[in-house]
């Protein structure tokens, strides 16, 4: 069975900082998606990033970007120029290309400090 | 668009009591899911429905949960006999035929056994 490891439960930066969250998972299938989802107060979950692992080329959106190691099964999220906003729950999820469920990690809470 | 939607927000029930929970999709989303989030387990998978039909059930905990999904559109997650165990935040999602991979989640529903 495939898991997701995130191995920072808490972190804080200032505002305009950047910061990157870490995620790790185990996997011996080659083609899967990653995922990095955020939850902010209001319980829901919002898609902040995919990837797809037979793309080489790193997903970006906006201030949000990855960085995807396949070989070390790696996949970590860099938020720059970080604002207020972003402080929430972030969420690492793994999704086989067969299937259909996310496998989430445990979730690191992200705070931005003014 | 309006986005998935849940109802209750919160349900307070006692040991012992049923409890229904309801899922509104985003119009035009074939495939439905259910998950849980609670502190002790993190973010885990229930069911899926593409349709009316749940191809995989595998993480409905016990035979107490029990799910259904009519006209391809709103779906119902039943637990009997709640258990201060089932404590946890219900959360759904859907997602598009031709955009398979990316979940859109609701806002979910609290569930406090006392």
């Known amino acids: 069975a495939q898991t997701v490891t995130q191995s920072q439960p808490e972190m804080s930066v200032q505002e305009a900082e950047t910061v990157t969250l870490s995620c790790t998972y185990d996997t011996s299938e080659n083609n899967y998606y990653l995922f990095w989802y955020k939850q902010p107060p209001s319980r829901q979950m919002i898609l902040v990033i995919r990837q797809e692992a037979y793309k080489q080329q790193n997903a970006t959106e906006n201030r949000f970007s990855v960085n995807f190691q396949k070989a070390a099964k790696s996949f970590s999220l860099k938020i720059s120029d970080s604002q207020l906003g972003d402080t929430a729950m972030y969420f690492c999820?793994?999704?086989?290309?067969?299937?259909?469920?996310?496998?989430f990690g445990q979730g690191t809470r992200l705070t931005i400090n003014p | 668009g309006a986005g998935v939607s849940q109802s209750p927000s919160n349900k307070v029930t006692e040991k012992g009591k049923d409890v229904e929970l309801r899922c509104d999709p985003i119009s035009g989303h074939t495939a439905l899911y259910w998950y849980r989030q609670s502190l002790g387990q993190g973010l885990e998978f229930l069911i899926y429905?593409?349709?009316?039909?749940?191809?995989?059930k595998s993480g409905l905990p016990s035979d107490r949960f029990s799910a259904e999904r009519t006209g391809g559109s709103v779906s119902t997650l039943t637990i009997q006999r709640t258990q201060q165990e089932d404590s946890a935040v219900y959360l759904c999602a859907s997602s598009a035929p031709d955009s398979p991979y990316e979940q859109y989640f609701g806002p979910g529903t609290r569930l406090t056994v006392t």
């Open positions: 429905f593409q349709g009316n039909s749940a191809p995989d």
């Open positions: 999820a793994f999704r086989s290309q067969g299937a259909q469920k996310l496998v």
